[in-house]
């Protein structure tokens, strides 16, 4: 398989300074006046970020260049709990997001790098950090991740570097216009961070070698659910998903379902057997998004599933706009009714009127992104559903607790 | 009935769902361009954007006390 963002790995531990420059090459210095520049490589690379939106990086470099003392903000908050490449590459691959965060900071002008990293991975960067100290870089300052889904959003990000809660507001104005302090500030996963470093230094016909024409290069997929080992692994673009299955060591049982692109993602049939494009994953209503695959086993109630997933996303909600708070606990409610044998035709009947409801109502994604996972589980689960609201608990139920129980337990509801 | 969060122009009247605090007067000045959903919070609709309702859109801003409806410039 093709590595670039972990080839310079190194088992069990941080790739240092000097095995990251003996792999990679040294770090071109770029200033402001290679902003254009950098523009048009990453144009002609079609980079996109990988925090989830897909939203092209030069697009936003772009608006960020040239704007008045700007910041630029490392995204390592990694809210999705089946995702984990953002603290892997953090952890492991420290001068490989510094240099992508370095060199965006160059271009745009900023004085100051602030990363936003899980606490698990603080020794990591805060040696990274220290190792490069002695270079003519902009200022790193590094802070820890809050946690829970939203804390991610990037507003949200913000308003925690600024000790604020980390709870989102209303956009626009979009964090390129007023961000931190109220400066232009360029915020980007860790990921898109790691790809533009590499990029810097081979270009965007390197960039584009593999991948497929809309979404190029390669990119971390974090695999869970029914596999032998969850993990991270880095592919190129548009490889079968059943590839991605068989690094994470195979599937255990039968593939019922596979929910692609994470929480906010969506579900496909284990038999579709979709290559890991956008092209593939958009007709089932998916995207590749934050690389997150999580395997659903024949074994395990799908119902069941969707209900705990719906009712810690509901947890999650950031309590401030009317329709997510009310919306997403009133979905979860008739989803563990209905997973516990206690629903009716006329929770099902709900269940749709409300996925659509609250669909686009909140001031961030997070109602809009949840309803969407439970409207594509709502059509590809349709007669599991129906199964439930006319004949109470399946086969697979039984034995298992009840959804109401255990609804609000640990994160990994689908692994678990 | 369309929602206006549907179409890709920015709405005429722009909500503040964070500011919104639900009591749904915006909806009972004008129900042409505002419903209210299972929960009691508004849902702008595309007729909200009707230069025809304009006036009735702009009722409806000045007299939302949590100021979370804002009557935007046309274009
Ligand atoms: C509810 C919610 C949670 C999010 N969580 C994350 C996250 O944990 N990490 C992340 O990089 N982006 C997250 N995002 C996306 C960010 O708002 C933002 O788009 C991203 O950090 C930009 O970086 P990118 O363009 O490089 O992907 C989240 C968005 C929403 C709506
Ligand atoms: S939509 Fe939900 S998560 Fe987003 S800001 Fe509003 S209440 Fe918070
Ligand atoms: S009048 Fe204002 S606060 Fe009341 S429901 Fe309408 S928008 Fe919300």
Redesign the interface.
């Known amino acids: 398989m093709t590595t670039r963002l972990l080839s310079a790995a190194v088992p069990h531990g941080t790739t240092d300074l000097a095995h990251h420059r003996a792999v990679h090459g040294a770090l071109p210095v770029l200033g402001r006046g290679d902003a254009d520049a950098l523009v048009d490589v990453l144009t002609a690379a079609g980079l996109r970020g990988r925090g989830g939106a897909g939203f092209p990086a030069a697009r936003k470099l772009a608006a960020v260049a040239g704007s008045r003392r700007p910041f630029v903000v490392v995204n390592g908050t990694e809210g999705e709990p089946a995702s984990s490449k953002d603290r892997l590459l953090l952890g492991r691959q420290p001068h490989l997001v510094l240099d992508g965060a370095v060199t965006a900071a160059r271009v745009v002008g900023a004085g100051e790098v602030v990363v936003v990293a899980p606490a698990a991975t603080h020794d990591a960067v805060a040696r990274a950090i220290d190792d490069r100290a002695a270079r003519d870089e902009p200022a790193i300052r590094l802070v820890a991740a809050a946690e829970g889904y939203v804390a991610g959003e990037e507003t949200a990000v913000l308003a925690h570097v600024e000790g604020r809660p980390p709870v989102p507001?209303?956009a626009p104005p979009r964090p390129a216009e007023r961000g931190l302090d109220g400066r232009p500030t360029l915020v980007q996963n860790v990921e898109t961070l790691a790809h533009l470093a590499l990029i810097v230094r081979h270009g965007a016909d390197w960039f584009r070698a593999v991948g497929t024409p809309e979404r190029p290069g390669t990119t971390l997929v974090s695999v869970s659910g029914a596999v032998a080992r969850r993990g991270v692994h880095e592919v190129p673009v548009g490889v079968p998903v059943d590839d991605v299955l068989r690094l994470a060591g195979g599937p255990g049982e039968p593939v019922r379902a596979l929910l692609v692109g994470g929480y906010f993602g969506a579900w496909i049939d284990g038999a579709a057997r979709p290559a890991l494009t956008d092209r593939d994953l958009r007709p089932h209503g998916a995207s590749v998004g934050a690389g997150v695959v999580i395997a659903l086993g024949a074994s395990a109630c799908p119902v069941r599933t969707v209900a705990r997933l719906a009712s810690w996303m509901s947890g999650q909600s950031a309590g401030?706009?009317?329709?997510?708070v009310?919306?997403l606990a009133?979905i979860a409610g008739v989803l563990v009714r209905l997973a516990d044998g206690d629903g009716t035709p006329d929770d099902l009947r709900l269940l749709h009127?409300?996925t659509a409801?609250v669909?686009?109502?909140?001031?961030c994604a997070h109602p809009t992104g949840t309803v969407r996972m439970i409207a594509s589980a709502a059509r590809l689960f349709a007669v599991d559903l129906e199964d439930h609201a006319h004949h109470g608990r399946c086969a697979a139920c039984a034995g298992t607790g009840r959804a109401a129980a255990t609804a609000h337990g640990r994160a990994g509801a689908v692994a678990a | 009935m369309r929602?206006a969060?549907?179409r890709e122009a920015a709405p005429a009247l722009a909500l503040?769902?964070?500011?919104?605090?639900?009591h749904g007067l915006c909806a009972e000045l004008f129900p042409e361009g505002i419903v209210l959903?299972?929960?009691?919070?508004p849902?702008v609709l595309d007729e909200a954007s009707d230069p025809a309702l304009r006036d009735h859109a702009r009722r409806a801003a000045k007299a939302c006390p949590a100021l979370a409806l804002r009557l935007r410039a046309r274009g």
């Open positions: 507001r209303l401030q706009c009317g329709s997510c009310n919306g009133a009127r409300w409801m669909d686009g109502r909140g001031a | 929602r969060a549907d503040d769902p964070i500011a919104c605090v639900g959903d299972d929960w009691g919070f849902i």
